[in-house]
Structure formats: structure tokens, C-alpha cells
């Protein structure tokens, strides 16, 4: 079968209810609202190694066994813990099962030794990709469940193996004292990858929905566009961001003069594109690394601080003040929240000698969040406000970065003073939303595949570059040879811009 016909079969099987699209893929006979994502021998081995959960559990069954069928609630209680979009516990387990019964299946099935049904197995995703289970090796990442034929029982074997105590009675936003501590846990961060796919395209949808790009807006965006093209962590939001800047004169001519009645066909087209900055799937509606205990705390703020640290500890020094520049214009022209616009840019103003290097930028951003959180701190306490299991801190804590402190005190009611060893920061933040947030970055199936065919918007594969601009190949590869910096990205897409207006001319 051609990779467009796989594409398009993989497509249709994702629409099937909103928590199974949230993670990708499905199976179109799978009943509405499951939550347990259904696989098949076509997508078994892709799906699962690139799934972002840490564990996985598949359900090995057969359609016509009527144990499968009335253990299939028990297995959607547990699963409805662990995915789609209101999951209490999101990205700790994927929750999936195999039909046996269905042909294209039976050799997946062999593969792993299932001799009963309903047959669970226990293990990382990634380790089931291209594996073959063999039942006499003792040690082996993948186990059997042998106790899970209610609910409870195998929430239980799932809670021994974690070191948890989650209940089939958690609710989204509720037992939040199981929250993982990624305040005080590097190993965390990993997961904020996908906080800043959500938090990218939630900004996105955000202008769209507000009709924020008007004519005095519309350079500040395309800036800001500039950047997240060579240097957003994601390469899927890469990608998305370069689509958007190609296209962005058909969206939003340069005389942008529309009445109300034209803008909201203007969305309308936009929408109907199904234009997606950082693929189909996002956003999500959950947040992970950014999850809060409350609906109202963290999310969208904290994926967009995590995202702006990340691009500033990415770019190169000569790039340092034109970053500044288009993230303060940026924040300025779209972040929607009128007082902390107003805060951020008063700091932004506040600035009066040019940056002249990355180390200052990322320092200067760093030092910035830190002034918000002490103003935040007192304001959420003073109104109860603030998120009981995530408090405003000073960061990084101690608990991350012991070299970062020289001295600290802190007075009985303010905040904590740091004398900083700016030499130990610097070092830290590259290495926390640089190098340790980028290798994180992992494409889901579909995605993956979505790469592969369009290869007029690829992005470059090295994800872990520091400093190199990731611009589209094709059209884009004369200039990437030329110069990869910033300015060399803004004078493609002018030229773009320039060749696709002469060709409506010549039409």
C-alpha cells in the first residue's frame, strides 16, 4: 500500500471520539467514547514508539470471546484514568488493546505468545516496537499481568509497579497530592515538550479567535514566526510555523484593511484549511510538566514561559536582541491578559542597553520570570489565588541548581534574597530547556508519517542543534546553505512572498 494510502487510512481511523484523537490513532470499529486505544499490526510498532507515556498496557483479546467482552468495562474504568483529554492521571500509562481475532493481527498476536484471551502485558511503549515476547526469559521489560481481571485489580498491579495510589475514583484536577513534583525533579521537564506544542497552539488560536492580526500587528507575528521556524524545540511546530509564514500574505495581505464581516470569513478560510501550527493533534485540551491542581492555575502561562526560555537559550549570540525585540512585540501585541501585557512590557522597556549575546538574553528572561513570580507570590497570597500544590517560588531551587546560590536569607515576610552565581545559571538553563527539553521531542505515528510526505515543509532532523536555524528544504535549501541564521530565514520568506505574488500576476 502507497505511504499517501496508509496516511489517509490512518486519518480515518483516528476520528473516533475526541480522547482517542487527542493520542492519535484508533480503530474505526471501536465503540464511541472508549478510552483504551485500539491497534493493529499496521500500526502497532510506529504508534507505540512514539508514545510519550512511560509505561504501556495492551489488552490482547478477541471480538467473539464473550470474557473479552464483558471484561472490556473493567479495562475502560482503568483506562479512563490514564487517557484522552479529562484523564486524571495523564501521560504516566497508554492504555491499548489488540483484536486477535482480526486477520491482520494473528502474527502480532504470535509474536508475543498470547495462549488465553483477555492476555495483558506490562511494559515502556518502546519496548514493545519490533519485539518478540518469549516466555521463558525471566528477565524481560515486558511482563504479564497476571492478577488484573477486575478494575481494582489491575489498577492495584499498576499502582505496585508505579509506586502509587491512584483510585478509579481520581478525577481530573482532584488527588493532585499525586501530582509529580517537576519542581524539584529534572527528569520532569522531559514532559514539557508537549506542554509547549499545547501552549504554541493554544497562542495561535487565541489570535485567531480575538482577530488580533491587523495591520499594525501583523509584522510583530511574522517575527515572532521567524523564530519559532528555526529554533521552537518541536520539530512538528517547526514545521507548522513555516507553513503558516509561506502562506501567511494569502491569510493576511500587507494592506490589511478588512471590515468585520470580511475578517470573519478570512478566519473562516483559515479554518478551513485546517491549518494546525504543531499537527493535527494539538492542542490536546491537557497539560502535563504544566499541569496545575486547579483548572484555573498554570497550563497556557507555564507552557509559554517554558517555550520562551527554550528559544532564548537556542539562538545564536547574533541573534540575541532581535529575539528580545520579537518576544516583547509579541507578548505586547497578543498575550491577552491586559496586566500581565502591561507588566512584561514595562520590563521589556525598561531595558536600555542591546543585547549582545545569548548568555545575557536567557539571563535577562530568567531574571524577568523571577521578578513576575516575587509580584505574583504576594498577589496570590494576599487574594488565596495561587495554586496550593505549586506556589510562586524563586527558581531554580536549590533542590536543581545547588551551584547557581552563593548565599541566600530571607526576611520574615518577604521573599527569599539570592546572591546568584550567574555562571552556574547560564549553564543550567541551557542544559534544562535547551538540551534536556529537545532530545525529549518525540513525533507521534501519524506525524511521523505526515514528515514523510511533505517534503516541501520538512524541517531539519537535528533536533538537538544549539544554535543552527531550521528552515523548510526544497525551495529553502539554496538559502539554508548560504546562511543559517535568523536573518537568513526572514529573506526566504520575503522571497516567497515576492515569487508567489508575481505568479498571481503572470496568472
Known amino acids: 500500500m502507497a505511504l499517501g494510502a496508509v496516511l489517509l487510512l490512518l486519518l480515518a ?12 490513532v484508533g480503530d474505526g470499529a471501536a465503540a464511541q467514547g472508549d478510552y483504551a486505544v485500539d491497534l493493529n499490526a499496521t500500526s502497532f510498532d510506529a ?14 483479546f478477541a471480538h467473539w470471546c464473550p470474557a473479552c467482552r464483558n471484561y472490556k468495562p473493567h479495562y475502560e474504568k482503568v483506562a479512563k484514568l490514564f ?28 509474536r508475543f505468545s498470547v495462549d488465553h484471551y483477555p492476555f495483558l502485558l506490562w511494559g515502556p511503549p518502546p519496548k514493545f516496537a519490533n519485539t518478540k515476547r518469549d516466555r521463558k526469559q525471566e528477565k524481560s521489560e515486558i511482563k504479564l499481568i ?24 481520581d478525577k481530573k484536577y482532584e488527588n493532585e497530592n499525586m501530582l509529580p513534583n517537576n519542581v524539584s525533579d529534572p527528569k520532569q521537564v522531559v514532559q514539557a515538550i508537549y506542554d509547549v506544542e499545547e501552549a504554541t497552539a493554544h497562542a495561535l488560536q487565541i489570535i485567531l479567535e480575538h482577530k488580533m492580526i491587523k495591520p499594525d500587528t501583523r509584522d510583530s507575528l511574522i517575527r515572532f514566526l521567524q523564530i519559532l521556524v528555526a529554533h521552537h524545540p518541536s520539530k512538528r511546530c517547526r514545521r507548522g510555523s513555516a507553513e503558516l509564514l509561506i502562506n501567511f500574505d494569502d491569510h ?13 470569513k478570512l478566519l473562516e478560510s483559515v479554518a478551513a484549511d485546517n491549518h494546525k501550527i504543531c499537527g493535527k493533534e494539538v492542542p490536546r485540551g491537557y497539560w502535563m510538566f504544566c499541569r496545575g491542581s486547579k483548572s484555573e492555575t498554570r497550563g497556557f502561562s507555564c507552557g509559554l514561559w517554558v517555550l520562551l526560555h527554550s528559544l532564548t537559550v537556542q539562538i545564536g549570540d547574533g541573534e540575541s536582541q532581535s529575539t528580545f525585540t520579537s518576544i516583547c512585540d509579541f507578548i505586547h501585541n497578543f498575550f491577552i491578559c491586559e496586566e500581565c501585557r ?5 520590563m521589556c522597556s525598561s531595558v536600555s542597553v542591546p543585547f549582545k549575546s545569548a548568555r545575557d538574553l536567557s539571563l535577562w528572561l530568567w531574571s524577568t520570570h ?3 513570580n516575587e509580584r505574583l507570590m504576594k498577589e496570590e497570597k494576599d487574594m488565596g489565588t495561587g495554586d496550593p500544590s505549586f506556589p510562586k517560588a524563586i527558581w531554580p531551587p536549590k533542590a536543581l541548581c545547588s551551584s547557581c546560590y552563593r548565599s541566600s536569607s530571607r526576611t520574615s515576610d518577604g521573599p527569599l534574597q539570592v546572591d546568584w552565581n550567574e555562571d552556574e545559571v547560564f549553564p543550567f538553563l541551557v542544559n534544562y530547556y535547551g538540551k534536556t527539553l529537545v532530545s525529549s521531542y518525540k513525533e507521534t505515528y501519524i506525524e511521523s508519517l505526515q514528515g514523510k510526505t511533505q517534503v516541501g515543509a520538512a524541517l531539519s532532523d537535528d533536533a538537538s542543534s544549539s544554535h543552527a536555524a531550521r528552515v523548510p528544504i526544497g525551495a529553502a535549501l539554496g538559502v539554508a546553505v548560504a546562511s543559517c541564521t535568523f536573518g537568513a530565514l526572514a529573506c526566504f520568506w520575503r522571497t516567497q512572498q515576492k515569487n508567489r505574488k508575481q505568479r498571481k500576476n503572470w496568472n
Open 342 to 346: 502591561k507588566h512584561f512590557y514595562d
Open 146 to 169: 497476571d492478577d488484573g481481571r477486575t478494575a481494582e485489580r489491575l489498577l492495584k498491579w499498576i499502582n505496585k509497579q508505579l509506586e502509587s495510589s491512584f483510585t478509579l475514583d
Open 370 to 372: 523571577n521578578k513576575v
Open 13 to 24: 481511523l483516528a476520528g473516533r471520539g475526541d480522547a482517542l484523537r487527542s493520542l492519535g
Open 47 to 60: 504508534f507505540l514508539t512514539a508514545s510519550r507515556e512511560q509505561f504501556a498496557v495492551v489488552e490482547f
Open 83 to 110: 487517557n484522552g483529554p479529562d484523564a486524571a492521571h495523564p501521560g504516566r500509562v497508554l492504555m491499548a488493546r489488540v483484536d486477535c481475532a482480526s486477520k491482520v493481527n494473528v502474527d502480532l498476536c504470535s
Open 252 to 264: 493576511w495581505p500587507s494592506n490589511l484593511s478588512l471590515s468585520s464581516q470580511d475578517s470573519s
